[in-house]
C-alpha cells in the first residue's frame, strides 16, 4: 500500500504561482514514475506532468513552460512548481503512483486561480 498526502493548494490571482508537495509513505526510489494529474469540474482528470525515478520529465502541453515537476528521493516527495497560473489551471490536482502495478491516488489539493 502507497499513502500519497498532497498539500499546498489555495486561491491565487491569475499571473501568481503555488507550490505542490505529495509526500509518499513508501521510498519513492521504489516507484518508476509519479506524476501529477487535474481534474476539473465537468472534465475528465487528465495528466500535468510525470517524472521518472531517472528525472526524466513529462508535460501537458498546456503547462508546458510554466510548470515544473521535480522529487526529492530522500524525503519521498514530489512537488509541482506552478507559474503564471491562468483561470484554467482552476482544477483538483491529485499526486499518482503506479507501485507494484497498483495505481494509488491522493486525495486532491483545490487550486483555484481567479482572473
Known amino acids: 500500500q502507497v499513502q500519497l498526502v498532497e498539500s499546498g493548494g489555495g486561491l491565487v490571482q491569475s499571473g501568481g504561482s503555488l507550490r505542490l508537495s505529495c509526500a509518499a509513505s513508501?521510498?519513492?526510489?521504489?516507484?518508476?514514475?509519479m506524476g501529477w494529474y487535474r481534474q476539473a469540474p465537468g472534465n475528465q482528470r487528465e495528466l500535468v506532468a510525470t517524472?521518472?525515478?531517472?528525472?526524466?520529465?513529462n508535460y501537458a502541453d498546456s503547462v508546458k513552460g510554466r510548470f515544473t515537476i521535480s522529487r526529492d528521493n530522500a524525503e519521498n516527495m514530489v512537488y509541482l512548481q506552478m507559474n503564471s497560473l491562468k483561470p484554467e489551471d482552476t482544477a483538483v490536482y491529485y499526486c499518482?503512483?503506479?507501485?507494484?502495478?497498483?495505481?494509488?491516488w491522493g486525495q486532491g489539493t483545490q487550486v483555484t486561480v481567479s482572473s
Open positions: 499518482h503512483a503506479n507501485w507494484r502495478w497498483t495505481n494509488y
Open positions: 513508501v521510498s519513492i526510489l521504489s516507484i518508476s514514475a
Open positions: 517524472i521518472t525515478v531517472g528525472g526524466s520529465t
